[in-house]
T-cell receptor, first 117, second 109 residues
């Protein structure tokens, strides 16, 4: 069964360092997403990406965050200067469609656990 | 704005039936999703409702009433492996699911 894959599964970084989280969405999916989940809290939307550009972003996705699709398979989330409060599980997700019905069901990767120290 | 409300925790007995409720207030409603999330794992898709009524899928069923801003997830013949968080998520105007805090279900023997 096709799945979203993410690397690394766990990363520890020092405050102020840049981090890149990588994702390979399901191959025939067109919409890509990043969500995050701080320990014990709810899953929060960060950004959606379609046709090589951001289609929507939340207020969490400020200037220190960026996304990129550097080639035909990878989708990355960069955090430029990490803060302690960025410690969370970051989930990449993809959907076949983004505009209507069951086609916009989002399938999640296993997550990248980021610890900022 | 958006508000999604679910009970924080529920307990049930193996073999029983449990109903997890979700109420929501949102502008531009475009469907309601239920996801299951085991501790430390990714959410996995369970169901999607966009029209009023009941959708049945094996042991799990999901119900939606758009006029009442209400949904429930019904789990039958509970198994120990059903112990997990159940996340209600509402598709907004842009169809992107926004998640509630989830209901932690504990199934005991």
């Amino acid at each position: 069964e096709p799945e979203v894959t993410q690397t690394p599964s766990h990363q520890v970084t020092q405050m102020g360092q840049e981090v890149i989280l990588r994702c390979v969405p399901i191959s025939n999916h067109l919409y890509f997403y990043w969500y995050r989940q701080i320990l014990g809290q709810k899953v929060e939307f960060l950004v959606s990406f379609y046709n090589n550009e951001i289609s929507e972003k939340s207020e969490i996705f400020d200037d220190q965050f960026s996304v990129e699709r550097p080639d035909g398979s990878n989708f990355t989330l960069k955090i430029r200067s990490t803060k302690l409060e960025d410690s969370a599980m970051y989930f990449c997700a993809s959907s076949e469609a983004g505009n209507r019905g069951l086609g916009n069901t989002i399938y999640f990767g296993e997550g990248s656990w980021l610890t900022v120290v | 704005g958006q508000n999604i409300d679910q009970p924080t925790e529920m307990t049930a007995t193996e073999g029983a039936i449990v109903q997890i409720n979700c109420t929501y207030q949102t502008s531009g409603f475009n469907g309601l999703f239920w996801y299951q999330q085991h501790a430390g794992e990714a959410p996995t898709f369970l169901s999607y409702n966009v029209l009023d009524g009941l959708e049945e899928k094996g042991r799990f069923s999901s119900f939606l009433s758009r006029s009442k801003g209400y949904s429930y997830l019904l789990l039958k013949e509970l198994q120990m492996k059903d112990s997990a968080s159940y996340l209600c998520a509402v598709g907004r105007g842009s169809y992107i699911p926004t998640f509630g805090r989830g209901t932690s279900l504990i199934v005991h023997p």
